[in-house]
């Protein structure tokens, strides 16, 4: 069973950047990360695949980016122009599929390990 660790959350003022990592305990081809904030789903923010591929949800497009460093088998997710709505708790989960242009797994059913999380504030 893939072990994720997430790390990097914190708390910051609207406009504001974060960085998240996520270190795996072995190799994954395609990793995302997901955010639920309280009394909503858990919500897909990006993904990333192996050959540096990438895809975002349309809330964080343009402001977040996401990369897949293979051979420290992690994932960070650099959040920049932080807005109220994007406070969450952040996951990294390891995907149960391939994934690349065609077809990116955006439903948590399509992941089969999740890191515990870390908290995202965005609050002035």
């Known amino acids: 069973q893939v072990q994720l660790v997430e790390s990097g959350g914190g708390s910051v003022q609207p406009g504001g950047s974060l960085r998240l990592s996520c270190v795996s305990s072995?190799?994954?081809?395609?990793m995302g990360w997901f955010r639920q904030a309280p009394g909503k789903e858990r919500e897909w923010v990006a993904a990333?695949?192996?050959?540096?591929?990438?895809a975002y949800a349309d809330s964080v497009k343009d402001r977040f980016t996401i990369t897949k460093d293979n051979a420290k088998y992690s994932l960070y997710l650099q959040m920049n122009s932080l807005k109220s709505e994007d406070t969450a708790m952040y996951y990294c989960?390891?995907?149960?599929?391939?994934?690349?242009?065609?077809?990116?797994?955006?439903?948590?059913?399509?992941?089969?390990?999740w890191g515990q999380g870390t908290q995202v504030t965005v609050s002035s």
């Open positions: 989960a390891a995907a149960g599929t391939t994934c690349s242009s065609g077809s990116w797994p955006k439903h948590p059913r399509g992941y089969n390990a």
């Open positions: 072995e190799y994954v081809y395609c």
């Open positions: 990333a695949n192996t050959y540096g591929s990438t």
